[in-house]
């Protein structure tokens, strides 16, 4: 018998496209007999061939661009879905945190959901009293104690479902992505109680973008890529795949966008050529060649966030006259798009639109053309990194401050004869 508490043995899960399609619409299409090939649902294989284990006292990362199957994974390993393939042994019944609310009843206070989840948890009533004072003072929810859990925010359902979960006093812990909602303090106080599972022999398995706290708080992380494992080892290395897969599944986003232009031969860089990932405040650059056969008026670029698509930035660029008048040739040009990422750490998606001067820009007539990871502490918070001027002094001291750098973007749209348009963006 394996002396891991998680062996992970090619797994592979499937899902059906159409599974959500009307059952009497598609009835009544198979009576008819009509639309019979649209009618069958093809798999979607979410995970395919994922094989790692996990020892006791190991925190386990696992990072990947979205819908690269890590919760997909987390809720195998929980048992909450079955895999198509492989196999999953776990030495003890894992405890996860995988949704925000899971296992509380919207209806009951909180002291009665603490008393509910603690058994769904697996914790006896006598433990559940014993403990209750140190969950309700771990989750920080005096005062809305008795309260309808319905009326949480999302940061005090976090708070209570890790505070239940924490006291359980798990051999398995599987977190994905819940943390992300409390402040910083009571992130860190998770980390240290997570990090004293790991010394009275544990195993964490944490699912997280922020891939400084997984570098930081996890031995070994696995990279996921398309529900494939595409790195399994430290964490600095595991970052470099995360980045590359990021910037894989951007470039190969590039795509015709209405029959109007395509984006392909993307490249991100920071100011030295270097790829990322990057931190808040650097400089970088992306570069890519568009190709039309009947060029835009004008391209759009937009810098949104990675999780719910925000727009953060966006500047017009006029595209010039085409090199040439010749019929039936598609013209080429170079994009080059220079900014410095003075915004918080996370993911970042770049997309260019265009623009055919009939109208103003549509952005369905857009292509991802990248993902940007942007790694490090945060200095504080915001959608936005300001780089502020901090002055802090006493009455016979001298200011201490900190200087923020100047931010430059400028997007350069450059034609292969060597026609040339570009916008600056200047904020000091």
């Known amino acids: 018998m394996s002396m891991h508490p998680i062996v992970i043995e090619n797994v592979s899960k499937a899902f059906r496209r159409r599974a959500m399609q009307n059952p009497l619409r598609a009835l009544a299409r198979r009576c008819r007999k009509r639309d019979a090939a649209a009618g069958r649902a093809e798999p979607f294989w979410a995970l395919r061939d994922v094989s790692f284990t996990a020892a006791a006292g190991e925190a386990l990362g696992i990072i990947g661009p979205n819908g690269a199957g890590k919760s997909t994974l987390l809720k195998i390993i929980a048992g909450i879905l079955r895999p198509q393939q492989g196999a999953v042994r776990l030495a003890s019944r894992a405890t996860a945190l995988i949704e925000l609310g899971a296992g509380f009843h919207g209806e009951l206070t909180g002291r009665e959901n603490i008393l509910l989840n603690a058994r769904i948890l697996g914790m006896s009533r006598r433990d559940t009293r014993r403990k209750f004072d140190d969950i309700v003072a771990f989750a920080e ?3 809305f104690l008795d309260t309808p859990v319905k009326r949480y925010s999302n940061g005090m359902f976090a708070r209570l479902g890790f505070a239940i979960a924490i006291h359980v006093e798990p051999r398995i812990l599987l977190v994905d992505e819940v943390l992300s909602v409390g402040d910083r303090a009571f992130r860190a106080k998770c980390m240290e109680r997570m990090n004293e599972l790991l010394r009275a022999g544990a195993t964490v398995v944490f699912v997280s973008h922020d891939v400084d706290a997984v570098q930081r708080f996890c031995q070994r992380t696995l990279v996921l890529d398309a529900g494939r494992a595409a790195f399994l080892g430290p964490g600095a290395a595991a970052v470099r795949a995360y ?13 015709r966008t209405a029959d109007l232009a395509t984006f392909d031969q993307v ?4 100011a030295e050529g270097r790829g990322g990932p990057f931190r808040p405040g650097d400089a970088a650059r992306l570069e890519c060649r568009a190709t039309w056969d009947d060029p835009p008026a004008a391209i759009r670029l937009t810098v949104a966030r990675g999780d719910d698509r925000l727009p953060l930035f966006h500047v017009d660029a006029a595209v010039p ?6 019929r039936g040739r598609a013209d080429r040009m170079n994009v080059r798009f220079e900014f410095r990422l003075n915004v918080p750490p996370g993911e970042y998606v770049v997309t260019l639109s265009t623009q055919d001067g009939r109208q103003s820009v549509d952005e369905s007539c857009s292509a991802d053309v990248a993902r940007l990871i942007v790694a490090g502490v945060p200095e504080g918070t915001g959608l936005v990194h300001v780089e502020p001027r901090i002055y802090v002094t006493g009455d016979s001291q001298s200011p201490s401050s900190r200087t923020p750098r100047r931010a430059i973007s400028e997007i350069t749209v450059q034609t292969a004869k060597g026609a040339r348009a570009s916008m600056p963006c200047r904020a000091d």
């Not at 006259?321 to 010749?326: D, H, I, L, V």
């Open 141 to 143: 929810i005096g005062e």
């Open 243 to 255: 980045f590359d897969a990021c910037q894989a599944a951007g470039a190969s986003a590039a795509r």
């Open 267 to 270: 490249r991100v860089a920071d």
């Open 321 to 326: 006259p085409p090199a040439t008048t010749q």
